[in-house]
């Protein structure tokens, strides 16, 4: 029987002789579904898995009988009324307990006085059941009432939730927009001395390799706030891919230590190392691993008072572990669960930062969610220290030696090329080309990309570097129309801007350029692309020399 059947049934008690039979043949001749209660107990049973109507004899409210039904019908919900039909002994008097129910729940209860014809009993049913119908209406409006405030309700705590997380978001980015204008303000102020310096006609030999050393320290640091950025936003993303390989940990280890030795050396810290030699080469990105433990390092430099302890530890178990523990400032419980959030600093820490923008660690977690490893952090409270405990699911390597690539040394090349520099900003062009110049290039500059499209015509480069975002006639175009002039197929197209997203390198390659670059570029990496290029510009002029 389904749940609908259940409701709409007739309980029937009717302890007397045929009574209750009777009932169920005049009842189901009559399609109402019927059951037969033996018992209050049972009635108030089969209510309470649904009822159309609860029909039953004077007999039955003897005793206790009468009190358990009016608990039953007193506990119903608040839409529920079930009408109940009782059949009394014509011209007696009626029990107490009848007497009792009618008083109690009189909107409810029909009293019949037997004996009574046919067709008045089943009309008396018929309209117990259209009543039951209605009440069950409203049961279905208030519980469609009910879901839609509970929907409301979700909606309005969801919206909430959203606005909170935006108000914080706001804050963490306002935050951010103030921490990175300070930190790119104070690589600023000492270029800009020491390109006074270097304007001075007084300057000894010392001053100026140290007015160059001011300067390419500096600029470093200006790159390694914004490599932070792109690299985070690569991850968050999806588009930063690793190279695994098989790997040292004692190499990964060391690459760490030697990026944030400068800074721990500097704040006198004692760094101790505790890695055994026995663990095993796995596969991982080595660069990024040692990438996410210098990160590490440095933040537990820059968080330690001067003399302090930074201890550097592994095991390998199920999982490779790594930690990274400090006698530094700590952090604040509360402060624990936001500590891997973008742009998030630790309240007490902020000036302590010694420049950073809040990414550092969001970078951390990002790079070794990659590994399919997590980072969680410990700490005390204020004062107390603290630790970051790296975990890596430990992929042993094949016991051949891993191929590394190396990057082309950071030596001149030897092979003169015809360089084209195009970019609106003239101190960017200028300095690029006296460089270029002094590796022994030839080198011409365009401030525009129709100047440089009519020096290409001219000079027939072998390297054209373009930067993108110049007005009027950007690098794209540039780039389509000087291969459109004869011999422009020669040409290799480098664009150079600090456009540097994935989307950017794509576009770039779809207007034809040969590779992309993103500013500011290292002499080494500008030397290592020209040297890629140079065997195709030497063979390029013999063949020309050949014609």
């Known amino acids: 029987m389904t749940q609908d059947d259940l409701s709409f049934r007739v309980l029937i008690l009717a302890p007397v002789g045929r009574d209750a039979v009777a009932m169920v043949e005049l009842l189901e001749l009559h399609h109402h579904p019927t059951r037969i209660c033996y018992g209050m107990g049972d009635g108030v049973a089969q209510i309470a898995r649904g009822a159309g109507a609860l029909l039953l004899t004077e007999e039955v409210l003897e005793g206790k009988e009468a009190l358990l039904l009016l608990r039953c019908l007193d506990q119903q919900p608040p839409w529920s009324e079930i009408p109940v039909i009782i059949l009394t002994r014509g011209g007696e008097p009626r029990s107490r307990g009848l007497d009792d129910l009618f008083a109690a729940a009189a909107g409810s209860v029909t009293l019949l006085e037997r004996p009574l014809a046919t067709v008045t009993l089943v009309r008396s049913i018929e309209v117990a059941m259209r009543s039951r119908r209605r009440q069950y209406q409203v049961r279905d409006l208030l519980q469609s009432q009910l879901t839609r405030e509970e929907a409301l309700r979700d909606r309005e705590e969801r919206l909430r939730l959203a606005v909170v997380a935006l108000q914080d978001a706001d804050r963490r980015k306002d935050a951010f927009l103030a921490t990175l204008s ?47 950025l792109l690299e985070l936003t690569r991850i968050t993303q999806g588009k930063l891919k690793l190279r695994k390989q098989a790997c040292s940990l004692q190499s990964v280890i060391d690459a760490a230590v030697e990026t944030a030795r400068p800074l721990l050396e500097r704040k006198g810290h004692e760094l101790l190392i505790n890695v055994p030699p026995d663990i095993p080469r796995f596969v991982a990105d080595p660069v990024r691993l040692a990438q996410a433990i210098s990160n590490l390092l440095t933040n537990a430099a820059k968080y330690t008072d001067a003399g302090g302890r930074v201890e550097l530890s592994a095991s390998l178990g199920e999982q490779l572990v790594i930690t990274v523990a400090d006698n530094g400032i700590g952090i604040q419980p509360e402060q624990l669960g936001r500590l891997f959030t973008m742009f998030s600093q630790v309240s007490s820490a902020i000036g302590r930062s010694e420049g950073g923008l809040g990414v550092g660690l969001a970078l951390v977690r990002g790079l070794l969610e990659l590994h399919e490893g997590t980072i969680e952090a410990h700490s005390a409270g204020a004062g107390r220290g603290s630790s970051f405990i790296i975990r890596l699911p430990f992929q042993p390597a094949a016991t051949l030696g891993e191929t590394l690539v190396e990057a082309a040394a950071d030596t001149p090349l030897h092979g003169k090329l015809r360089l084209l520099i195009v970019d609106d900003n003239h101190d960017a062009a200028d300095t690029l080309a006296m460089l270029l110049t002094l590796e022994g290039h030839d080198v011409k500059t365009a401030y525009d990309g129709r100047t440089a499209l009519s020096l290409a015509r001219i000079s027939r480069p072998d390297v054209a570097l373009l930067d993108i975002g110049m007005p009027e006639f950007d690098g794209y175009e540039t780039a389509r129309a000087i291969r459109q002039e004869r011999g422009g197929r020669d040409v290799c197209l480098v664009a150079l801007t600090g456009w540097g997203q994935e989307q950017d390198k794509r576009r770039a390659l779809e207007a034809g350029f040969d590779t992309h670059l993103t500013k500011p570029v290292e002499l080494g990496e500008m030397r290592r692309v020209l040297a890629e290029l140079v065997s195709a510009a030497q063979e390029k002029r013999s063949n020309e020399s050949n014609e």
């Open 182 to 228: 300070h930190e790119l303000r104070n690589p600023l102020a000492p270029i800009r001395n020491a390109a006074k310096i270097l304007a001075s006609p007084r300057l000894t030999p010392m001053q100026l390799r140290w007015a160059q050393s001011v300067i390419e320290r500096q600029t470093g640091h200006m790159a390694w706030l914004l490599d932070d």
